[in-house]
């Protein structure tokens, strides 16, 4: 009996966790008790049209840095080094996966 508990208590925080909706303090006593762990797994970020955002990144130096952001790229951090970590944002849409 305690074991099918469990379960619905498993499969009621799942649903709201997938959701995005918060636990009660009563649900959080379950887990504690349950001894229950739950992780939501990070998806691609993803468009309106469906596609999905992927980005590269590189560690260039300070003098190339002009040439990759007139291509588009963005500064995510300057190293103490010298070297500069840039972003290329690429994004796919549904159209040029399926090669419309």
């Not at 619905?8 to 008790?33: A, D, I, M, S």
């Not at 952001?69 to 951090?77: C, F, N, Q």
């Amino acid at each position: 009996m305690e074991l099918q508990k469990r379960q619905e208590v498993v499969e009621q925080l799942t649903n709201k966790l997938v959701r995005g909706e918060p636990f009660t303090e009563e649900e959080k006593e379950l887990r504690k008790r349950y001894d229950i762990k739950l992780a939501q797994k990070k998806s691609p970020a993803r468009h309106t049209d469906g596609g999905q955002v992927d980005c590269d990144f590189e560690e260039i130096a300070e003098s190339q840095l002009l040439q990759y952001l007139k291509a588009g790229w963005s500064i995510v951090e300057k190293l103490s080094n010298g070297q500069v970590i840039v972003k290329n944002v690429v994004r796919t849409t549904f159209s040029n996966v399926q090669g419309r």
